[in-house]
């Protein structure tokens, strides 16, 4: 028997309280690589009803509705996730050591599969989300786009080799 749910595919979807580095924080262990994706209202029912842990937001003002949302594992040990960011120069795949990158970036667009996998602690359950695929579209400002071509050389302080 398989603890692992069948896939999960939500394209152009939002992405908030990123944290690809893994750096502890008051909501996260040192190491734990996640982040969230919002979620509306109807597909966050589904999902709820289906064992996922969907959480939700408190609205910001009174009578605001709730915005759902799912945490998302970014885990590299078992099932390596194919993690991949593009601009205008074309698409770069990020291993383990660059994937931190994406907590800094401007996001266009995100697009992303999950994985689930079922997990059992004694008399807990729950199901839990891993990112399978993720391609994240840089939200490029006018200066990436104009000197994004030119080759990457390295900082030398102005020095000239002799």
Do not use: H
């Not at 800094?104 to 602690?121: E, F, N, S």
């Not at 994004?148 to 080799?161: H, K, M, N, S, T």
Request: hydrophobic share 35%.
């Amino acid at each position: 028997m398989s603890n692992e749910p069948g896939n999960i595919l939500m394209e152009d979807c939002r992405i908030v309280f990123r944290n690809f580095a893994g750096k502890e924080g008051k909501y996260n262990r040192e190491g734990d690589r996640n982040f969230c994706v919002l979620l509306d209202p109807e597909f966050a029912d589904r999902l709820d009803r289906d064992g996922w842990n969907v959480k939700a937001l408190r609205g910001r003002e009174e009578g605001d509705p709730d915005q759902p949302y799912l945490p998302v594992a970014v885990g590299f040990q078992n099932r390596p996730p194919k993690i991949v960011m593009i601009t205008s120069n074309g698409r770069t795949t990020l291993t383990e050591e660059e994937v931190e990158v994406l907590d800094w970036i401007d996001i266009k667009m995100v697009d992303l599969i999950i994985r689930g996998y079922d997990w059992v602690v004694g008399e807990k359950t729950g199901r839990k989300a891993y990112v399978k695929s993720l391609f994240v579209t840089v939200d490029e400002d006018a200066l990436d786009i104009k000197y994004g071509d030119l080759e990457e050389v390295p900082a030398r302080a102005g020095r000239v080799d002799e």
